[in-house]
């Protein structure tokens, strides 16, 4: 005999106006071993909070059951109650009559009649619970950050500075990310390298850092407070360990790349490093480009190197690397234009796409900051068109949030560097930050030419060889307007990264309908991922601008540091056990485990599972066909119990 | 037929002598007479001169991948096997229930085995349908080509033809007649588990007396167990004794995961059994 409490929340209106709560708590008290039932406009509160404590108290209460929102919510809040008045806090039990009733129907009827039937299986599995104990670890004080942009850098440096020890996992061959394109930034426009560049080189010095380029994760085990990373580092044929950085290799080279840092509008050596800036300054070897790797002679690198850092055996390697969070900012990628045939992008050589336009003004980039054609010319008119492939529901239905403003950034630039009239095409500006409605004025008053309407098409001029017409309808008039350019700049989307979602399995994340990682919560969790110890920060998340991204790099620091600034953390006990004697060595679980919680022993010729690696997830209970395995909280009777009770309804 | 069932039987006992002798296994586990030269018994010879009572004739239609689980793991045993009965043994080891280097794999290429309970000719009907061993390490006869190959899925043509009501009406009927003997289990090379979950008192899975509801749960229970791992040799049909014809549940479930999962039990010892696999590019087919 068990003695129940239930405690029915409205949650305000919010559950309450379709689920009749009072009805429902009245229903409760007619339930077996329910000794108290009672309804409340908010549970969570204080009031709410003390109410059950009391009645633990007056009613010797053994059992609790709190109908209200997710566990994900509040489980945490009640299970201290239950801790405070000295009840084992696994004997809660949490129905979600909110996101799994009220707010799936507005049918008061069904919506009652749904609340019951959960309830019932609720008290029915209540009856069958058994108080558990928590486990205790030890946790690993390390960071991993994965993909350093200004995200990434932004929270290793955070981090380190806290003391902490941070691991940095780039895939290219230097930190930076997309930032480095740039020349200046809005809404300021400063000069990105002089607020970057500082950053990137107290990477390489912060003695808490370990820099780890040209690398990339290949699995991850384990679990928050203890991940077991393999890093896979691909072969750079350089030994960075005897390189100087005196860089004389890359004069002699004779292998010719295409330039990826400078968006392929030059080329590169095969020996390289991607520009002058670059962290570390040491070179790697492209083997697409290296006439050694193509045609088997050459060398010249290995004879001027007095170092004898060239080596052309070097393989791929890997890193094993402990850490207790993860931190990932792996950026994104820009939308591909060229399957958006009507702005001729890849068939006109005046279309270009806003990041070959950054490079275009960058001083270091391939025109040293000039704004020239890739024929060479000096635009007279320039088209710049927003929105291409966001807000769009044939491709990515987001909007970019960054374009408009780096557009208008453009026309700036523009304006500073030619004599050209410029034309923005949007559809509407959004200039929510701070400064940027000021700037945007400031934008108006520089003779650039705004035009309401989104670019429709881009086409050859019929008159005039290399000129190009823009096509668009002007929504303040209502006309349709062609206007002839010489130059046109696509904003495209910002999307995923191309392998975001291999990324999102390896970390066991979501991720939303485009591909962007899934944040915990999209308000109160933006950090934080459904899976823990693992956060997300900058436009791995949703596309955002260099001062949100440096806000949730620093928010993302701090989160990773609540869990490494422990050195024990409290799991939950709701694991998984193998009762040896119905084992019959099937090895499903060991085969199903995402965590490799299960092994199989083969002195004992039965399957055991590492209660440390264990995160309670029920996979293996499911699938052991002698139903050998007990999954605490969760057993074979207490479902088995819910499910009957489910079904009387 | 290529070789004669008495030429395989030959060899048989000369390979099975060979390697007892040797001490290459310690076990091997084939066929000898039963009451009558129709029903031959599964045989376990573990002296060289065992093998004298060895038998290979067209009775001789057990799967005798079913005994290999019984002895304990690293016993080194020998196991004659037709077509279907080397996928179990193939599935065996994916399962890791054996090691490779465990087994020698005496393989039977063969047709024309006949039921011994009807003395009807078994084929695609109700056995996968193959002729030739998937894998062995030694071959007790030569590989028969150029028979009739038949897909094992062409006699679920009636089945599917049936609607939903239809294909429950079916079923309910068929499993209503079952006595509950666990013969099925018992032929079965899967169904190796020691409790099996329908013998469990916590939870009790299911009713064990034979009513409705206990065997529509012992059933769909079991046919789930098998799915991805059933490798289509019939043996559950042969013996049980009221003639339900498991095999149409199993085959249907077999060709739903091999359209789904592009693999068919039992048939490289690099697979990886289908339910307990993830790949990235899994169907998602079977969550609709
Ligand atoms: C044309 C253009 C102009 C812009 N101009 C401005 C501006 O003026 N002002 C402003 O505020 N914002 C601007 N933005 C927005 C700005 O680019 C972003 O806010 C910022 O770069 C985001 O930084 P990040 O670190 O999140 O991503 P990224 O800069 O993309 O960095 C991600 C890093 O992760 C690495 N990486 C990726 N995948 C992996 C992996 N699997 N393993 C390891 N490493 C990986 C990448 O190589 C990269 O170094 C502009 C954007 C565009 C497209
Ligand atoms: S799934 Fe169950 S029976 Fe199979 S090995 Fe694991 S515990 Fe044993
Ligand atoms: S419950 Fe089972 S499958 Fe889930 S983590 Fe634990 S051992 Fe692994
Ligand atoms: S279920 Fe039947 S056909 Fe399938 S492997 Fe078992 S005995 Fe053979
Ligand atoms: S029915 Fe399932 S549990 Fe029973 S023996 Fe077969 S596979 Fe094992
Ligand atoms: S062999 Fe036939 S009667 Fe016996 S349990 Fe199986 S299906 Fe039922």
Redesign the pocket.
Known sequence: MSRIGVFVCHCGLNIAKTVRVSELAQFAATLPDVVVAKDYKFMCSTPGQEMIANDIKQHKLDRIIVTACSPLMHEQTFRKVLAASGLNQYLLTIVNIREQVSWVTHDIEEGTAKAKALLNGAVYRARLLAPLTSRVIDVNPDVMVIGAGIAGIQAALELANTGKKVYLVEKNSTIGGHMAQFDKTFPTLDCSACILTPKMDSILQHKNITMLTSCEVSEVKGFVGNFDITIRQKARYVDHGKCNACLACTEKCPGKGVSEWDEGLVKRKAIYIPFPQAVPQKPVIDRDSCTFFKKGKCRLCEKVCEQKAIDFDQQDTFIQVKAGAVILATGYDLMDTKPLIQYGYGKYPGVYNALEVERLFNSAGPTGGKVTMRDGREPQAIAVLHCIGSRDKNNSEHCSRVCCMYSLKFAHLFKEKTSADVYQFYIDMRAAGKGYEEFYNRIIGEDVKFIRGKGARVAQSPDEEGRLIVEAEDTITGKFIKVPVDMVVLSPAMVPRADSRDIARLFNLSTDKQGFFMERHPKLAPLSTMSEGIFIAGVCQSPKDIPDTVAQANGAAAEALTIVVKDKMELEAT??MVNPASCCACQN?VR????G??FFNESKGVSE?NEA?????????SVCPSSA?I?RHFTNDQVLAEMEGLMEF | MTSSFKSIEENLKAEAGKLLESGRVEIVLAYGRGYDENHPMPFVAKHPSDVANMVFNEYCIHNLARYLVRYPRGTKIAVAVKAADCRAVIQLIQEEKIKRDDVVFLGIPVYGMKNPKTGEIIDSKTTCGMYNPVLYDVLLGEEVHGQKIVSPYDVLADYEAMDKEARWAFWKKEFDRCIRCYACRKACPMCYCDPCFIDQSKPRWGDKSPQSHGNLMYHLTRFHHLAGRCIDCGECSRACPVDIPLYLFHKKVAKECEEMFGQAAGMSIDDKPALVNFRVDDSDKILE
């Open positions: 694991t998984a679980c199903v485990c995402p965590y919680a299960p599972i690696l264990c995160k309670g997830c029920g996979l293996c209970a395995i999954a």
